[in-house]
């Protein structure tokens, strides 16, 4: 009797070989039934050093993954996002494209266009959905009315093409959609440059249609890394930290004058965020079924951060010197 044929590996490519692109490439490597086919990167040395590092060619142009790999990691600056995945998916290679999925909505809904017609998968790498502590309490959700995120992190010279909304707080919008899962109906926010001619910290109130509220704040310019989401449902408390990827629950046991208070650490699986969320994204490709993080959830994170720099740019315009010299003008 003949040994049963090993199933046929999933070819992988990676465009874009800067931080992101080669953390890709790392867990890709190490994947089960995963085949790391190569790299494209306009920039041939860094294409080529990650190519020896991991032991796979460095293409010369997007056209020579045509029949070389099934899907790709988008690891390019995020202008260039809608066009290369757009090519890709046009190619039939199904795709993940880095956060945020696009600069603009129209530009989304040409990468949404381009996965429906050619019948590909495209998801969007929003990585903290998959982080242990959020996988953790989404089995004990039960309409939480309060968040406090904080998102905060010492200056480096990544992502500074776009703005802390789209670099960092975009993660924490994602995730609120999903736990929250109702619309948003008012946003308030304020945001200033401090090291770049980009928004560098921000903060902004959201309100959903069933009453929750939540406070999100994200800094490229602090002096400590934070990464914390709190929230409050009826009776407890749940504290996440994705940086030690856990969350702790509290309840209370007793009420009264003298309360007790119950401590519980949630289950939450030991993986790296990267590699669960590549897990997820090989998965959807064999099985053909959407997965957490798609084109239509990017799409929704996208306009909720569209709206939050929209608030931003109207509350400048309120305080911004010229703006206030004119109201005291016209009270006179």
Do not use: W
Not at 12 to 31: I, K, P, S
Not at 82 to 111: F, N, S, T, W, Y
Not at 117 to 140: S, T
């Amino acid at each position: 009797m003949s040994a049963a044929a090993e199933p046929k590996k999933t070819r992988v490519a990676v465009v874009g070989t800067g931080e992101f692109g080669r953390n890709h490439a790392r867990v890709y490597h190490g994947l089960s039934g995963v085949e790391l086919v190569g790299f494209y990167d306009q920039n041939i040395q860094r294409a080529s050093a990650v190519a020896k590092e991991f032991q796979a060619p460095a293409f010369q142009s997007l056209e020579e993954l045509q029949g070389r790999a099934d899907a790709v990691s988008v690891a390019v600056p995020t202008v260039a996002h809608a066009q290369v995945g757009c090519r890709l998916l046009e190619m039939g290679l199904d795709v993940l494209v880095e956060k945020p999925m696009a600069v603009d909505l129209a530009e989304a809904d040409a990468l949404l266009e381009a996965a429906r017609k050619n019948k590909r998968i495209l998801q969007v790498g929003h990585v903290e959905r998959f982080n242990p502590a959020v996988r953790a309490v989404e089995p004990i959700l039960n309409r939480p009315l309060f968040f406090e995120v904080h998102r905060l992190g010492v200056f480096t010279p990544r992502s500074l093409d776009v703005d802390v909304i789209y670099d960092l707080m975009i993660h924490d919008l994602d995730i609120l959609l999903a736990l929250v899962n109702e619309p948003v109906t008012e946003v308030k926010a304020v945001g200033i440059p401090v090291l770049t001619d980009k928004v560098d910290i921000a903060h902004a109130r959201l309100e959903f249609a069933g009453g929750a509220v939540a406070n999100v704040t994200a800094s490229r310019v602090s002096t400590e890394r934070v990464r914390k989401m709190r929230f409050f449902q009826q009776h407890e408390y749940i504290s996440l930290d994705y940086t030690r990827r856990d969350a702790l629950r509290i309840g209370v046991k007793k009420a009264g004058p003298q309360p007790e208070f119950g401590f519980e650490k949630l289950n939450a699986p030991v993986v790296e965020p990267l590699q669960a969320e590549l897990e997820a994204f090989v998965e959807a490709m064999r099985t053909r079924k959407e997965p957490p993080t798609n084109g239509a959830a990017g799409r929704a994170a996208l306009a909720l951060a569209g709206r939050v720099m929209a608030s931003i740019q109207e509350h400048a315009a309120r305080v911004q010197p010229e703006a206030v010299a004119a109201r005291e003008n016209a009270t006179t």
